[in-house]
C-alpha cells in the first residue's frame, strides 16, 4: 500500500477522533480501490481518480457520516447489507429481536411473518434465510427504503418468498393491504421522543432518516397504533416482537395488554436494558 496515502488516512481519521483509524482508513481505501479489505494487496494502485474519491469519502467521515453510510453497506445478524441514507443503519441490538423472533418460530413451527417498517430488510429477510419454508411481508412508508429492501432481497435470493407494501400503519385502510392474519409480526418502530432527536449524534440525526427514528411526543405513538392492529394482523395463538427504547418496555407492556395481549417476555441487550418485548394474541 502507498505508505504516504495510507498513512496520511490514517493520521486525518485519528486527529478527527475516529476510534479506528487504521481499520477505517483500510477499509475506506479498499472500497475506493475495489477490492475486498482482506484481499487488499501491500500496495494498491491508486489512480487520481481514486485519490480523490478517497478525500471525499474521508471529509465525509470527519463530517460525521457513518462508515457504512459511505461504504453503503454494513453486517448484519449472517448477512450483509446495502443501506443508504433512506435507511436506519441496522444495530446490534437489534439482532437480539432476529435471534428472539427464530427460537419462537422454530419452537412454534411459523409459517408466515409481517415486518412493520422494513426499512433496508435486515429483520425480515434475515428470518427468511433461516427459515427455508417461511413467506415474509415488509412494509414501509418509504419508496426508497423499499427500493434498498428489494436490492437487497434480491441479493439474497429471497424474491420468491418476500413481499413488499409501501403503506403507513396510520393509512386508512391498511388493514386491506392483507388478505390473511400472519403467524408472527417483528417491528423495530421509530420510538425516538421528538424533542429528543436534535439531542441525538450527528451521525444519527443527519444520516440516519427522520421518519424512521421520530415517535411522536412520547416515542410511543407508533406503538399505540400497531397495538390497534395488531388483533387484526395477528392469528389467534400468534407472537409479536417488538423492539423498544430506553426506560420503554414497561410502557409498551401496558400498551399492548390494555389491548388483550399477553407479554411473554422480555429480553434484554448486551447493556442489559430491556430491548425486546413478546407477546402473544
Keep these: 500500500m502507498q505508505p504516504s496515502v495510507y498513512q496520511k488516512t490514517i493520521e486525518t481519521l485519528a ?3 475516529i476510534e479506528s483509524p487504521r481499520l477505517e482508513a483500510r477499509l475506506l481505501i479498499a ?4 477490492v475486498n479489505v482482506d484481499d487488499m494487496p501491500i500496495t494498491p494502485i491508486i489512480d487520481d481518480n481514486m485519490l480523490e474519491n478517497l478525500n471525499r469519502n474521508v471529509a465525509r467521515r470527519i463530517e460525521g457520516m457513518p462508515l457504512d453510510k459511505i461504504l453503503k453497506h454494513r453486517e448484519f445478524y449472517k448477512s450483509d447489507f ?7 443503519s441496522p ?3 437489534t439482532e437480539i429481536l432476529v435471534e428472539a423472533a427464530l427460537k419462537i418460530i422454530k419452537e412454534n413451527n411459523l409459517k408466515n411473518v409481517l415486518d412493520l ?3 433496508s430488510g435486515c429483520i425480515l429477510l434475515s428470518l427468511l434465510a433461516e427459515i427455508k419454508d417461511m413467506q415474509g411481508v415488509g412494509v414501509d412508508v418509504s419508496e426508497k427504503a423499499l427500493q434498498v429492501a428489494q436490492k437487497n432481497t434480491k441479493k439474497m435470493r429471497l424474491s420468491k418468498r418476500v413481499t413488499l407494501i409501501e403503506k403507513s400503519w ?6 386491506g393491504s392483507f388478505q390473511e392474519p400472519f403467524d408472527l409480526i417483528v417491528s423495530n418502530p421509530p420510538y425516538i421522543e421528538t424533542s429528543e432527536i436534535e439531542k441525538l449524534d450527528i451521525s444519527v440525526r443527519k444520516y440516519d432518516p427522520i421518519v424512521a427514528l421520530d415517535g411522536g411526543e412520547d416515542g410511543l405513538k407508533h406503538y399505540r397504533q400497531i397495538a390497534e392492529m395488531a388483533s387484526f394482523l395477528l392469528k389467534d395463538e400468534g407472537y409479536i ?4 427504547g430506553y426506560n420503554q418496555a414497561e410502557k409498551v407492556k401496558k400498551i ?3 389491548k388483550g395481549f399477553i407479554h411473554t417476555g422480555t429480553v434484554r441487550d448486551l447493556a442489559q436494558i430491556d430491548r425486546v418485548v413478546i407477546f402473544k394474541r
Design 82 to 88: 446495502e443501506v443508504s441514507e433512506d435507511v436506519l
Design 31 to 34: 472500497d475506493v480501490s475495489g
Design 117 to 119: 417498517g422494513t426499512g
Design 241 to 244: 416482537l417488538l423492539e423498544v
Design 170 to 175: 396510520f393509512d386508512d385502510g391498511f388493514l
Design 91 to 93: 444495530r446490534p441490538d
Design 15 to 17: 486527529e478527527a477522533g
Design 256 to 258: 399492548f395488554s390494555d
